[in-house]
């Protein structure tokens, strides 16, 4: 399947279902309470300075995406009053 053939919808939900996949990992390994919106929240962080990149580049950064990096995007977001 090709990136062209997925709709909108389509691509939405399978972001999603990485993001969640990605949170349960985290939920494994004993992080409680991980969602996948902050998953996604903290990945696409960046974008909103870069723009939207390729979708395999999306892919990427969900699933190599660390839980130090996940935990500073959180305190961050903290003292910011952005979570918590």
Request: proline share 1%; hydrophobic share 35%; with cysteine.
């Amino acid at each position: 399947m090709s990136e062209q053939s997925l709709t909108d919808e389509e691509l939405t939900q399978l972001v999603e279902s990485l993001c969640e996949s990605k949170a349960e990992e985290f939920r494994l390994i004993g992080y409680e309470h991980v969602t996948g919106r902050e998953v996604w929240d903290c990945v696409s962080e960046k974008y909103s300075r870069t723009g939207m990149p390729a979708l395999h580049q999306i892919v990427n950064d969900i699933l190599s995406l660390k839980t130090t990096q996940f935990m500073n995007f959180l305190t961050l977001g903290a003292y910011k009053g952005t979570y918590f």
